[in-house]
């Protein structure tokens, strides 16, 4: 992506996070991106994935989607846990 699309990209972001907001209330989102197939990249285009979340959805939402990853998930204070 060029820098401009980044920045358009970004600025879609933040219109459809608002956009949830107002209509599901959620308490927080995980923002992300596949990139390369080691990142679950599967095929090569751009796309982000927008989620919202809710107090409760999980036992433990510390980490978001680092989840994934086995023993990455807890992070406090700068260190895994």
Do not use: C, S
């Not at 285009?45 to 086995?70: N, W």
């Amino acid at each position: 992506m060029t820098a401009a699309e980044k920045q358009d990209l970004w600025q879609l972001v933040e219109e459809v996070t608002a956009l949830i907001r107002e209509r599901y209330q959620p308490d927080g989102f995980n923002i992300g991106f596949n990139v390369l197939p080691a990142g679950g990249q599967t095929i090569f285009h751009t796309h982000v994935h927008i989620i919202p979340r809710y107090a409760g959805d999980v036992e433990d939402p510390r980490g978001g989607v680092r989840g994934v990853i086995p023993g990455k998930q807890r992070y406090e204070g700068g260190a895994h846990v």
